[in-house]
């Protein structure tokens, strides 16, 4: 996107994120060429990402937007403790038994609904998803939709071997901090041994998995490195997901990159395009110059959290709508993401790289 789109005042944030998912789908399809099973997957895909399009598209003709991505978090529970979680921090994962969180068949109820809107990826996440098998199961039935499970890659057995074996749409995004010492710090004792095993596993088996790495000011360079990244695409990694640090308590807030390093880490992920068609590069929330503002709120993606509740983003708790009580095109429409959307909160200027828990307070106001 060049300098004269990014300062268009009439951004088209439509066009801005199909062309987001286009080169996603095409990058994976680069990394997967020399793997033909995963490769006409894909192929499949990308034909699936195309008629997505077109129904987004035309919902747009008719005056409403539907994002290209979803975030849903499947659980609350997790068997892990990491260190400055957000999610634990936010009281959304608990050693608590998880209560009236949805049930397999309102989440395949949700599936169904974003593959007849046109949503092209569903994240998922939690807690720890390989908690909830029936779920992860009913997902890789939903073909026209990729499914990133992002996971700390505790639970994955021969079952699920198997069902990434069947359903190349479920993609493993396995959660590490670069080398054994920082993974383990943050994660737990072992996790890092745990993580490698099962990316070999993966790689011997040619399935498609990709790494996801919370960026912190003490990992930034460590993760973006040709040593660390030559290790995971040794491995058969297909992506690597960047999502920086976002603190949640004030004891964490010295962890967050800055935006020196912000910077750096938007051009090294720019570099690293050029350079490798193996391996696909995603950043989140990464450069929201370039896309117009945060991109959260139903402007490009929502969240959904284990009980129902559509939120702007994991990063921002706060809800005025459960997907219990009405359809998810509706939910998109309620008047908390309306707010967001048509003001100025979720283009402006912030210290970190997440705008709506920098102003929380104002989202605050906006939900009362």
């Not at 680069?30 to 699936?48: Q, V």
């Not at 997790?78 to 009236?100: F, Q």
């Not at 995971?232 to 020196?260: H, M, N, Q, W």
């Not at 990464?286 to 896309?291: P, V």
């Amino acid at each position: 996107m060049d300098n004269k789109e990014n300062n268009n005042s009439e951004f088209d944030i439509q066009t801005y994120m199909t062309r987001g998912v286009e080169r996603v789908v095409s990058d994976v399809i680069k990394a997967t060429l020399k793997n033909p099973r995963a490769s006409l997957a894909m192929a499949g895909f990308a034909k699936a990402s195309k008629e997505a399009t077109k129904r987004r598209l035309k919902a747009k003709e008719a005056g409403e937007h539907i994002p290209p991505f979803l975030i849903a978090s499947i659980t609350s529970s997790c068997n892990l403790h990491c260190a400055g979680c957000y999610s634990r921090c936010n009281h959304a994962t608990t050693d608590e038994a998880p209560v009236k969180q949805l049930t397999d068949e309102e989440w395949l109820s949700i599936f169904k609904e974003a593959d007849e809107l046109g949503v092209s990826f569903i994240l998922l996440a939690g807690g720890e998803p390989f908690i909830r098998r029936d779920i992860i199961e009913a997902a890789g039935k939903m073909k026209n939709i990729m499914f990133p499970i992002f996971t700390n890659g505790t639970f994955m057995d021969n079952r699920y071997f198997e069902l990434f074996d069947k359903c190349r749409n479920l993609i493993p995004i396995m959660s590490i901090e670069g080398n054994r010492d920082i993974t383990d710090a943050r994660r737990g004792k072992g996790v890092y041994d745990t993580l490698i095993a099962n990316m070999d596993r993966l790689n011997s088996k040619g399935l498609i998995y990709g790494a996801s790495v919370t960026v912190t000011k003490e990992n930034v360079r460590e993760v973006s490195s040709e040593e660390f990244l030559e290790s995971l695409s040794k491995r058969g990694c297909k992506a690597v997901i960047y999502v920086e640090f976002v603190p949640v308590t004030e004891e964490s807030a010295d962890l967050a990159p800055d935006d020196e390093e912000r910077e750096y880490l938007t051009a090294r992920i720019n570099e690293l395009r050029s350079q490798n068609n193996e391996m696909v590069f995603v950043s989140f929330p990464g450069d929201e110059k370039s896309s117009g503002g945060c991109i959260a709120a139903g402007r490009g993606f929502f969240h959904i959290n284990s009980h129902g509740g559509a939120e702007p983003c994991p990063f921002s708790p706060y809800s005025d709508v459960n997907v219990r009580d009405t359809s998810l095109k509706e939910a998109i429409h309620f008047k908390l993401f309306m707010a967001l959307q048509s003001g100025e909160l979720l283009s402006d200027d912030h210290v970190g790289g997440c705008v709506l828990y920098e102003k929380r307070k104002q989202v605050e106001e906006l939900l009362a």
